[in-house]
């Protein structure tokens, strides 16, 4: 034992805390690319398939409904098994869902791919593995940073957006799933052999069913749910639905993979702001952050949803979004860390996780169930985001901010 860490408290246990909590975002983002590997190709899909609007849309959503829901699962669990084993768990478990959309692709199966998909939202639960994991390496001060730079894992959705079409193009669209799968395997061994719980980490002994109660019970997950629902549920919306919305509306300058770069750039944005929101949370408040990010996000919708031409005024609006969004995010974790009992921050942010992935399940049903066809426009759907969006700025407002003591 080295001479500071006799009588020095709890800081000195927690060093390589930093080195855990990246360890975690690279997990968390091969989680992501596992959870969005169908949204990339979803035109390949619906040449091949002979696709509607309507399969599209269940198509797109199916992943991220079972991601939703299944993170109240894994947030408690992480409480009780550790992030080590649930993380390990996760990635173990999303490789049959990756070979079953590779084999549903190659014998052109709707039903089947429906069923991948399902099985895909396993991977889109590593969210909620990760925050307690990361939560308990530092102490609440510093925790909106630490979850923000854990949320950087977000990327994966631009990986997939990036390299998924790519990789399709170039080695085929069998032999990249087959090496997503591989990834898979690789990142979970690593996992289980580097990573390691925090100190001061003690595992939950409490039921599943009576902890989710308990987490619902308190009134900062309600809060954050409805705030996380907006800010990460627009990111997840906007990640799988952002290329079928740019092919349809400009056909002749956006082809699939322009698009898949787009979204990709789209899903940077918001991976480089969530920490930075995550940080301004801890400094300034996470109440003032969470409002400039729904401002943001009221206004950039209002410009999309006039649908200007293709080009650079919607190519930087939509960045705008997403980096808007990308502050919510972080500056909702800060919110819950230091507002939550240390026991229930799993099942807490299981809970939140699973309303910000619900509301990006939503939207592209939306989108797709008010598309006109006739004047080519999504403007319904984008208007009913400015008006959510305004509504949640108006709540937000109303909410008591934090120095880790909202009410329970």
């Not at 098994?81 to 999303?94: D, P, Q």
């Not at 409805?226 to 290329?243: D, E, K, M, N, R």
């Not at 705008?320 to 507002?339: C, D, E, K, N, Q």
């Amino acid at each position: 034992m080295s001479t500071e860490s006799v009588g020095s408290g709890t800081a000195p246990a927690l060093r390589g805390g930093m080195f855990q909590v990246v360890l975690a975002m690279i997990a968390s983002a091969f989680g992501f690319w596992a959870w969005m590997v169908i949204s990339p190709l979803q035109a390949y899909y619906a040449s091949e398939m002979g696709l509607s609007e309507g399969e599209i849309s269940l198509m797109l959503a199916t992943p991220v409904l079972v991601g939703a829901l299944g993170r109240i699962v894994t947030g408690a669990m992480t409480d009780r098994f550790g992030g080590r084993r649930m993380f390990t768990i996760v990635l173990l478990a999303s490789v049959p869902a990756v070979l079953i959309v590779a084999l549903a692709g190659e014998i052109g199966s709707f039903p089947l791919l429906i069923l991948g998909g399902f099985l895909l939202g396993i991977g889109g639960t590593i969210f909620a593995v990760g925050i307690p994991f990361s939560s308990a390496w530092f102490p609440p001060a510093k925790r909106g940073l630490a979850n923000g730079i854990f949320g950087m894992g977000m990327i994966g959705t631009a990986v997939s957006a990036f390299f998924t079409p790519r990789m399709a193009e170039s080695i085929g669209y069998l032999t990249t799933h087959l090496i997503l799968a591989g990834i898979l395997v690789a990142v979970a061994a690593l996992v289980w052999f580097v990573m390691r719980e925090s100190p001061t980490w003690q595992p939950s002994r409490q039921k599943l069913v009576p902890k989710v109660a308990s987490a619902l019970k308190l009134r900062i997950t309600w809060e954050m749910s409805f705030l996380y629902g907006i800010v990460f549920g627009g990111f997840v919306a906007f990640s799988t639905f952002l290329p079928k919305y740019l092919t349809t509306l400009y056909p002749d300058e956006v082809d699939a993979v322009g698009a898949g770069t787009r979204a990709a750039s789209f899903a940077a944005a918001a991976v480089i702001a969530r920490p930075i929101g995550g940080w301004l949370a801890d400094k300034l408040g996470p109440k003032l952050i969470s409002l400039i990010s729904l401002a943001g996000i009221v206004t950039c919708a209002y410009v999309v949803g006039q649908q200007p031409p293709e080009g650079v005024l919607t190519g930087v609006t939509f960045l705008l979004m997403a980096a808007a969004m990308g502050l919510g995010m972080g500056a909702v974790y800060a919110w819950i860390g230091p507002s939550t009992p240390p026991d229930r921050v799993g099942a807490v942010s299981g809970v939140v996780a699973a309303a910000g992935g619900l509301g990006g399940y939503f939207p592209p049903l939306v989108m797709g169930a008010t598309y006109n066809a006739e004047t080519n426009s999504y403007g319904l759907g984008l208007w009913l985001l400015v008006v959510v969006g305004a509504v949640a700025l108006v709540v937000a407002g109303m909410l008591q901010n934090v120095g880790g003591k909202t009410s329970k």
